[in-house]
């Protein structure tokens, strides 16, 4: 009688050319994921998320406020076509023009919406994820404009993967 053992398992040549096949198929999917992509579309989905939300604050805050001659801010008196850097400093404003897509139209032309938060319309003002350069509570990287037709237009500066990130009412 002969005995011969069968083995069950897979030779070392099998494993490392699956392995390798893995391996392969892994560096497809992270550069076809492209990260670097990833991390720009979530900067713009955090842009266009807080324009909204600046937007609609504004809009309900003008609504309770527009027979209000004494309000510190009142939309109706901003100057049409003209377009403001929404942040607490005074002076300066248009100092990061080079990373707007739609410039500020002066360094006086801020706009301080800390009313927003004081009256509990937001929570806080919000600061552009930075990309090409810092924003800060002095300059956000948000810009309000109201157009000759009335229409008011909140802006990020930057807009990595679209062309812009402009929210009206």
């Given at each position: 009688?002969?005995?011969?053992?069968?083995?069950?398992?897979?030779?070392?040549?099998?494993?490392?050319?699956?392995?390798?096949?893995?391996?392969?198929?892994?560096?497809?999917?992270?550069?076809?994921?492209?990260p670097?992509?990833?991390?720009?579309?979530?900067?713009?989905?955090?842009?266009?998320?807080?324009?909204?939300?600046?937007?609609?604050?504004?809009?309900?805050?003008?609504?309770?406020?527009?027979?209000?001659?004494?309000?510190?801010?009142?939309?109706?008196?901003?100057?049409?076509?003209?377009?403001?850097?929404?942040?607490?400093?005074?002076?300066?404003?248009?100092?990061?023009?080079?990373?707007?897509?739609?410039?500020?139209?002066?360094?006086?032309?801020?706009?301080?919406?800390?009313?927003?938060?004081?009256d509990?319309?937001?929570?806080?003002?919000p600061?552009?994820?930075?990309?090409?350069?810092?924003?800060?509570?002095?300059?956000?990287?948000?810009?309000?404009?109201?157009?000759?037709?009335?229409?008011?237009?909140?802006?990020?500066?930057?807009?990595?993967?679209?062309?812009?990130?402009?929210?009206?009412?």
């Open positions: 009688m002969s005995s011969t053992s069968h083995q069950r398992g897979f030779t070392l040549i099998e494993l490392l050319v699956v392995i390798g096949i893995l391996a392969i198929l892994g560096v497809i999917a992270l550069v076809s994921l492209d670097k992509a990833r991390l720009k579309d979530a900067r713009d989905a955090m842009r266009f998320n807080d324009a909204s939300e600046l937007s609609s604050s504004l809009e309900i805050y003008s609504v309770n406020y527009s027979n209000d001659s004494s309000d510190i801010f009142l939309i109706d008196k901003l100057t049409q076509g003209e377009v403001y850097m929404i942040g607490a400093a005074a002076i300066g404003c248009d100092d990061k023009n080079l990373f707007c897509g739609i410039k500020v139209t002066s360094e006086h032309h801020c706009i301080d919406l800390s009313a927003l938060v004081s509990g319309y937001l929570a806080q003002i600061v552009s994820p930075s990309e090409k350069t810092s924003w800060s509570n002095d300059l956000t990287g948000y810009t309000l404009q109201k157009d000759d037709s009335g229409i008011i237009h909140v802006r990020s500066c930057e807009a990595e993967n679209r062309e812009a990130i402009d929210i009206t009412f």
